[in-house]
């Protein structure tokens, strides 16, 4: 890592390079084991069972003593800013384009690569017809309550009452919109955990109220990634299915569920990075630290470095439009893109205009209104569909 900071142009660079060992594992303690199994050996007054309870007992006091576990452990090099690297591999060329559906939103992009692609910055017109798109923001239960979806709202309610019951109102809405829904509907929970409360709320909920659709819950194990969404599409083009899955999973980045396969998405809650992720710490700080010294003018270059509380809503909102994104895939497809969280705002500049274009987006906020009017306009796009 050394080497490679001196051979660099820019000594200065390596401060976006931070370390961090992931899983502290680095003794396992055999040489001492063994040697203390020769003394063991020794003892003949002891019985095996005898001796391997010592060993046992040598073993965790070692433990206990350094504070580590046997095993592996990995080191991980982060580089915090990605004109690490884009300035190496650009600067002998005279015209870059960086083009990407990806990221918006935009804020934060020319101090990431240190580049000011202000100067000629081109956000094509989307090629879709905001008639084909619904857009809603549903804040409230079925009952009119504000429905939050923060986790430590969640997680307090089932340490009170043993359940959420805003997971289980969230899940009744989604209900509700399945079954005004044809064939496929995505609904993304914010995180892996999250996804595996809304499973437990769930399985305690009449799962007839979804209908004849098929129930799928992603599953973090890759292996399973290709069986999953084969099994996902056969019943979306058949009498229809509803895939639980997460934000920034595999289930809600980079996949094509085009037509049929996505006539709904929802997300639930804000999908927030997770804070105690060693590399999102390392990059918050780095960034927040960039942010400090541009305000004192202590960085070169007139960039838009973000704060780290920025960082982490840029980061978020990415993610909710990643998951969104998956409801259009070209000109002629439709489908509703459904929020579920009482924190949304209707004028929030970060959601993705898929749904805020103002043909596009719900203006009630009445979750009974707002589910009628899209029951209704369900209806009419399917009734377009036949003719």
């Not at 502290?24 to 003892?43: A, I, M, P, T, Y």
């Not at 809600?252 to 396969?261: C, H, P, T, V, Y």
Request: hydrophobic share 35%; proline share 2%; glycine share 6%.
């Amino acid at each position: 890592m050394a080497a490679f900071c001196e051979n660099m142009d820019d000594a200065k660079k390596a401060d976006a390079f931070s370390f961090c060992i992931n899983r502290v594992s680095r003794l396992n303690f055999r040489g001492k084991v063994d040697e203390e199994e020769e003394d063991d050996d020794e003892d003949l007054d002891l019985t095996d069972s005898q001796r391997n309870s010592k060993k046992m007992a040598n073993l965790h006091a070692l433990r206990r003593q350094t504070g580590l576990e046997t095993g592996h452990f990995t080191f991980n090099v982060f580089c915090n800013s990605a004109h690490v690297i884009f300035q190496e591999t650009t600067k002998d060329c005279h015209t870059v384009v960086m083009a990407s559906g990806t990221l918006s939103p935009l804020d934060g992009i020319d101090a990431e690569f240190r580049t000011d692609f202000k100067k000629i910055c081109i956000r094509a017109n989307e090629v879709f017809d905001p008639s084909r798109i619904f857009g809603a923001i549903i804040k409230y239960t079925l009952n009119g309550e504000p429905l939050n979806l923060m986790a430590g709202k969640v997680e307090k309610e089932i340490e009170k009452d043993g359940f959420s019951r805003s997971l289980r109102e969230s899940l009744k809405i989604v209900s509700v919109i399945c079954k005004a829904t044809s064939n496929g509907v995505l609904v993304y929970a914010s995180s892996y955990e999250m996804l595996r409360k809304l499973r437990f709320e769930f399985e305690k909920l009449n799962q007839a109220a979804f209908g004849q659709k098929v129930v799928i819950w992603e599953d973090p194990d890759p292996r399973l990634f290709e069986t999953q969404v084969n099994n996902y599409t056969t019943a979306a083009n058949g009498d229809g299915a509803v895939l639980f899955a997460v934000c920034r999973g595999k289930m809600s980045e980079g996949i094509d569920f085009k037509d049929k396969l996505a006539r709904a998405v929802i997300i639930l809650g804000w999908p927030y990075p997770s804070i105690s992720d060693p590399q999102f710490k390392s990059k918050k700080a780095y960034d927040s630290d960039q942010f400090e010294r541009a305000r004192r003018r202590e960085v070169e270059g007139n960039y838009q470095w973000l704060g780290g509380q920025e960082l982490v809503y840029i980061r978020l909102y990415r993610a909710l439009n990643q998951a969104a994104g998956r409801a259009i895939r070209h000109k002629k497809d439709y489908g509703a893109i459904i929020l579920i969280h009482s924190e949304h705002t209707h004028n929030h500049k970060y959601i993705t205009e898929l749904m805020m274009n103002p043909n596009s987006l719900c203006k009630n906020e009445n979750t009974i209104a707002i589910l009628t009017e899209l029951q209704n306009w369900m209806k009419q796009k399917s009734d377009e569909m036949i003719v």
